[in-house]
């Protein structure tokens, strides 16, 4: 599981980066972990489950669209992602240095993953 919550956290933090949502770099490990709220954590998981089938359905999208569509998917995408995140109430620079936390502390990927739909 350890490695799947890495996979899972890199795959998140790669997805905004290639969607090019700002602040969705690879940010070194912070010197201290902040405390991140629950409330900011349930609203991190419900924004990265949401994302996460965005990305399902831009890699769809992506295989079957004509390449004059491309663009126009790409643009939906991003915006469908960064609504995805500023509808749970968390703006796209505090959901990305969330991941960026959860990347580098197991204690905080771990409090998340707890709280993700994620099928056995």
Same mark, same amino acid.
């Given at each position: *599981?350890?490695?799947? $919550?890495?996979? +899972?956290?890199?795959? *998140?933090?790669?997805? $905004?980066?290639? +969607?090019g949502v700002p602040g969705a770099g690879w940010a070194q490990a912070p010197s201290a972990v902040p405390n991140i709220s629950e409330q900011k954590l349930d609203a991190a998981a419900a924004a990265a489950e949401r994302v996460?089938?965005?990305?399902?359905?831009?890699?769809?999208?992506?295989a079957n669209a004509d390449p004059a569509d491309r663009a126009r998917i790409v643009d939906?995408?991003?915006?469908?992602?960064?609504?995805?995140?500023t509808d749970q109430g968390?703006?796209?620079e505090e959901?990305?240095?969330?991941?960026?936390?959860?990347?580098?502390?197991?204690?905080v990927r771990k409090r998340i993953l707890r709280r993700l739909q994620l099928p056995n």
């Open positions: *599981m350890r490695a799947c $919550a890495k996979s +899972f956290i890199a795959a *998140m933090l790669i997805a $905004a980066g290639h +969607f996460m089938h965005l990305k399902q359905n831009f890699t769809e999208q992506m939906d995408t991003k915006q469908a992602i960064a609504s995805a995140v968390l703006s796209i959901y990305t240095s969330i991941l960026e936390v959860a990347q580098n502390d197991d204690a």
